[in-house]
Nanobody, 124 residues
Framework: EVPIVESGGGLVQAGESLRLSCVAS????????IGWFRQAPGKEREGVSC????????WYADSVKGRFTISSDNAKKTVYLQMNNLKPEDTAVYYC?????????????????RGQGTQVTVSS
């Protein structure tokens, strides 16, 4: 059983929307922070958003504020990243991670569980 699985990526046009899912299994979901990161070709991986399953606290990178929304369905052990008004610069592989720390770690490597990524491509 894979602890973290992302899905929902695809090819869309600028201005359209996608919803990514991060499904967790095999650990106590309620105790974790779930973070989304992305890495575009030739660029460093960057944090996009983070969600505290315990209290619902959220964080967003400035580049996605007002366009992306992170949420969860605890019964399904799933965290969603709703991405609206997508831009070509949002094109990247998106990764999900789960951390049992008391905060959202800055880098994906600090998350104990990490997914394989899902490709998001936004055409202009």
């Amino acid at each position: 059983e894979v602890p973290i699985v992302e899905s929902g990526g695809g090819l869309v046009q600028a201005g359209e929307s996608l919803r990514l899912s991060c499904v967790a299994s095999g650990f106590t979901f309620d105790d974790y922070h779930i973070g989304w990161f992305r890495q575009a070709p030739g660029k460093e991986r960057e944090g996009v958003s983070c969600f505290s399953v315990n209290d619902g606290t959220t964080w967003y990178a400035d580049s996605v504020k007002g366009r992306f929304t992170i949420s969860s369905d605890n019964a399904k052990k799933t965290v969603y990243l709703q991405m609206n008004n997508l831009k070509p610069e949002d094109t990247a592989v998106y990764y999900c991670g789960a951390s049992n720390s008391y905060y959202c770690p800055d880098t994906l490597n600090e998350y104990g569980y990490r997914g394989q990524g899902t490709q998001v491509t936004v055409s202009s």
